[in-house]
Nanobody, 127 residues
Framework: QVQLVESGGGLVQAGGSLRLSCAAS????????MGWFRQAPGKEREFVAAISGGNGVVTYYRDSVKGRFTISRDNAKNTAYLQMNSLKPEDTAVYYC???????????????????WGQGTQVTVSS
């Protein structure tokens, strides 16, 4: 049974920072790409960032977070991270981590490539 547990969300003022964590179990974590998605009220879930399996040398970001967000992974801790700096009110959403369906992937912007999801963590950015 694969489990993903996010943490680190909260309320922050615009311009502030948060670091989200995603602790994984039940799968050989290091072999799988990981992704972060978010969903704001009344909007569809959207891709935020992804990181390849292994040493995580390949990363992807949605354009609106490039230069502000950084995805990383610590395979020894079975944990993926999303460091979010210079937060904006439009970053407010529930953030989800997910693990890619097949091993040894590079990561994907498409949610259907992921088969297990965390419960989500709320990020609220006040103006």
């Amino acid at each position: 049974q694969v489990q993903l547990v996010e943490s680190g969300g909260g309320l922050v003022q615009a311009g502030g920072s948060l670091r989200l964590s995603c602790a994984a179990s039940g799968r050989t974590f290091s072999s799988y790409a990981m992704g972060w998605f978010r969903q704001a009220p009344g909007k569809e879930r959207e891709f935020v960032a992804a990181i390849s399996g292994g040493n995580g040398v390949v990363t992807y970001y949605r354009d609106s977070v490039k230069g502000r967000f950084t995805i990383s992974r610590d395979n020894a801790k079975n944990t993926a991270y999303l460091q979010m700096n210079s937060l904006k009110p439009e970053d407010t959403a529930v953030y989800y981590c997910a693990v890619e369906r097949s091993p040894y992937g590079l990561g994907s912007r498409n949610s259907y490539e992921y088969d297990y999801w965390g419960q989500g963590t709320q990020v609220t950015v006040s103006s």
